[in-house]
């Protein structure tokens, strides 16, 4: 039954390159029937962003778009980048991945949540035995805006023994304690344990990580607190995922080490992520990347961007009755054996983007 709508929600769309606009027109299908159905009435704003952008403005971000963002109350994005624009010259500055960094840097979103959950269905499609997936429900908390990503000096020279390049770690007391600071009271909302990953046995970037952390903990009596380097962090996500629960760790770790447990869930494609800072405004995206060789193609597997849309309604609108709808639906459809190629076994047949999408909004009801 649907109960009176309510004023307009400003959805900001930026579908991006390669599948981005696939994937987020899928997501904004299921997003908007979702809404509707708990009253919401959704207003979509679509702009350029990464590849796209680069082409049309000669910017991966033009400032009207970031403005635009900043006064919306969730943002939907897809994936930016491919071969055109990445190896067009190995010195350019007009990346398309610039346009997502200075989105996070721009709208002050320094925790990426990022969660991992092994759906019952698809238990026998992971890459690892289904002993060791099943019940697997971790969520890795990054840290965003920091990092060998952000920090300067970042450059490319020549020297006269040959080409030479720099990036730079750097973190603050205030980054590293503000995305710890959220990971415990996420761990405390869960199962009570936060595992940070660092590598403080090696850089001073992350003995101070590990310090912060915690300082931080012995305000969460509540929450048991470990500390692991990433190398033994790595191997033991694929030796027993289900002993964490809450995971942080800075920017780059952040990003390994949730593509690694894409393979627990079967596939990079069936992971969500959100994007936060301070306030409710987020960013929402699948956690794979553009796949421009599949772009266009009609196969690519939406549901990371599905998925996506319903931490959107979770963090963003409060809506976690929403939320939970569009993860139900979800696990129905893939009770009932659909799959994409990416995660279909072999000689089982698969269906494409918009095939998963139609199903998704019926099990919607």
């Not at 900001?12 to 981005?20: A, M, Q």
């Not at 990971?183 to 344990?193: D, I, K, S, Y």
């Not at 639906?329 to 072999?346: C, E, H, N, W």
Request: one cysteine or more; glycine letters at 10%.
């Amino acid at each position: 039954m649907i109960v009176g709508i309510t004023t307009a929600v400003r959805i900001v769309v930026l579908p991006g390159d390669g599948i981005g606009p696939e994937v987020t027109e899928a997501a904004r299908r299921v997003l908007d029937v979702a809404a509707g159905r708990v009253g919401l009435r959704l207003d979509f704003v679509e702009e350029l962003v990464g590849g796209a952008s680069v082409d049309a403005f000669g910017v991966a971000l033009r400032p009207q778009t970031l403005r635009l963002c900043k006064t919306a109350d969730a943002i939907l994005f897809g994936a930016v980048g491919g071969p055109k624009w990445d190896d067009a010259s190995p010195q350019s500055t007009l990346r398309p991945g610039s346009g997502l960094l200075a989105l996070r840097k721009g709208l002050e979103l320094f925790a990426n949540l990022r969660p991992v959950r092994v759906d019952p269905a698809m238990v026998a499609t992971s890459a690892l035995r289904p002993e060791r997936v099943k019940d697997v429900d971790l969520l890795v908390v990054r840290e965003l805006t920091g990092g060998l990503y952000f920090s300067k000096p970042k450059r490319r020279y020549s020297t006269p023994r040959g080409d030479a390049a720099v990036d730079t770690m750097r973190y603050s007391t205030p980054e590293i304690e503000r995305v710890a600071v959220r990971a415990f009271e996420l761990a405390r909302r869960r199962r009570q344990r936060l595992c940070s990953v660092d590598k403080a046995n090696m850089l001073e970037t992350s003995r101070l990580w590990r310090s912060v952390v915690s300082r931080v903990a012995e305000r969460y009596p509540d929450v048991a607190c470990s500390h692991m380097l990433v190398d033994a962090f790595a191997m033991d996500l694929l030796r027993r995922p289900q002993a964490y629960d809450v995971v942080v760790t800075e920017n780059l770790f952040g990003d390994i080490v949730t593509d690694e447990a894409s393979m627990l869930a079967g596939s990079l494609g069936m992971l969500p992520s959100a994007s936060l800072g301070g306030g409710t405004l987020g960013l929402y995206e699948p956690i794979h990347g553009s796949a421009p060789d599949i772009a266009g193609k009609g196969i690519a597997n939406p549901i990371g961007a599905i998925l996506s849309a319903a931490l959107l309604l979770r963090w963003s609108l409060n809506r976690e009755d929403a939320a939970q709808v569009i993860e139900q639906a979800v696990s129905r459809v893939l009770a009932d054996g659909l799959r994409t190629a990416d995660i279909a076994p072999d000689g089982q047949p698969a269906v494409g983007t918009t095939a998963m999408t139609d199903a998704v909004i019926e099990a919607l009801g």
